[in-house]
């Protein structure tokens, strides 16, 4: 199916769609082969709290961003390439149900639908293209994946010390290797995760003994500031762009942009959709 709407104009026409509500601050999408598969509202886990997104599943990366108005403006695009995703389910904790995480090598996060439904829809049609690009490309799916970031509120002290109280001034860290929320001194070194980035990324003590001992012959970059920070900026939200993105409105919105429009409506607008897996 997918193969069939890979020149189709209605396919074309989609992905200039998507391509628009994006406008300037989104990239072009629209290239040879690329299948917009399908489309939905998921809650994604983001460092302080779940925040609505609209994703877009294509054959090839899976594209989301910030609702600006649903359906017709989103901003603050992400594009993760397929090739190197991987899924894992989540059972229902509490008021988070519907989840799977989302792992790459860069960034792995959390993600919740409506219903179990709609779950087990994105995660077949997500694993369905997965497995596609792999058996097209050769290619063996990587198996370091970033690790999920502990959301800042579970974390009211140093899950490494277990002594330092966050504050204003105390501020969360979270380490790169193992995604606990850590304290400055606990998160004082840092330390080349070569899935991630070229540039040595902040990591807990007991990640960076772990690693130093597996490694010993890589290059490590300790700091050594007094006051146990790390230089050059950290922001500790770097990798979670998408963060402040949620003002006017949106969280207004957010209740009925969760409760995905059901799969016949979607189904509708992308008839793809509830093809592909079979
Ligand atoms: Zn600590
Ligand atoms: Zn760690």
């Known amino acids: ?12 026409r989609r992905i200039a769609m998507v391509e628009s509500c994006f406008g300037s601050s989104g990239q072009m999408l629209a290239v040879p082969g690329r299948v917009l598969v399908g489309e939905g509202v998921l809650t994604k886990m983001c460092r302080k709290k779940p925040k609505s997104r609209q994703f877009f599943l294509f054959n090839d990366i899976l594209v989301y961003g910030t609702i600006l108005i649903s359906k017709k403006k989103y901003s603050t695009q992400h594009i993760i390439p397929l090739e190197e995703v991987k899924l894992e389910s989540l059972d229902d904790d509490g008021p988070f149900r519907n989840g799977w995480l989302i792992c790459t090598a860069s960034k792995s996060f959390a ?8 779950k087990s829809e994105w995660m077949a049609h997500i694993n369905k293209c ?3 690009l792999l058996r097209k490309s050769g290619k063996k799916p990587i198996d370091e994946h970033a690790a999920v970031w502990t959301p800042d509120s579970d974390a009211t002290i140093c899950m ?9 001034l105390n501020r969360r860290h979270h380490c790169r290797k193992c995604g606990a929320v850590v304290c400055g001194p606990c998160s004082s070194k840092k330390f080349v995760l070569a899935h991630q980035s070229l540039k040595p990324v902040r990591v807990c003590l007991t990640c960076y003994d772990t690693l130093t001992k597996r490694k010993i012959s890589e290059p490590v970059f300790p700091e050594s ?3 146990g920070t790390i230089a050059n900026g950290d922001s500790s939200g770097e990798d979670d762009s998408d963060e402040e993105a949620n003002h006017n409105g949106i969280s207004s919105t957010r209740e009925e942009n969760t409760k995905w429009k059901s799969m016949e409506i979607e189904a509708k607008i992308l008839p793809c959709w509830s093809a592909t897996v079979c």
């Open 1 to 12: 199916m997918v193969d069939r709407l890979v020149n189709s104009e209605a396919n074309a």
């Open 130 to 132: 997965v497995e596609d």
């Open 111 to 118: 993600v919740y639908a409506a219903t179990t439904t709609e």
């Open 225 to 227: 500031k007094a006051d």
């Open 160 to 168: 490494h010390c277990k002594k330092s109280h966050f504050s204003m």
